[in-house]
């Protein structure tokens, strides 16, 4: 039996935003409470917070300012699931259709090394947490799907107030 872990990845600087943005409020929501349930409505058995704690179960960086990688490093051993579901906490507002097809085989879009969705057997023995998630998806040996038409703001996420404030709209 398969089973699917979730790791949102929570652990960045949020220099660009100015704040973090795990606690930003999306509709009356925290985008990491968002995330979550998003992660839940996919079939995720169980999830994590990579790099904060944020009132949810959380795994803290094996090294601090190691970057996403480590993020998922860290998460996959605590989950220990067959399958991993990695989400960025600054895309609060992608959708169950957008994860449907790289749920049906794992993958990522092309251009974005998340959403991603890995077997845990996939990522290699030798990764470090200090890697791009670039070299991650590549080393896995993930396949880069078509982005879904419309899809690449809800995708990408917000790391500006800018970029946030067009995605309410």
Known sequence: MTSLGAIILCGGGSRRMGRDKAVLDWDGRRA???VADLARA??????????ADLGLPWVPDDEAGAGPVGGVLAGAKALGTTRLLVLAVDAPTVTVEDLAPLLLGGGVYEGLPVPMVVAADAIPADAEAG???RRLVERAGLVALPVPDGAMARLRGANTPE???ALRR
């Open 32 to 34: 990491v409470d968002r």
């Open 42 to 51: 996919v079939g995720a058995e169980a999830l994590v917070t990579a790099g």
């Open 131 to 133: 890697w791009p998630l």
């Open 163 to 165: 970029e946030r404030e």
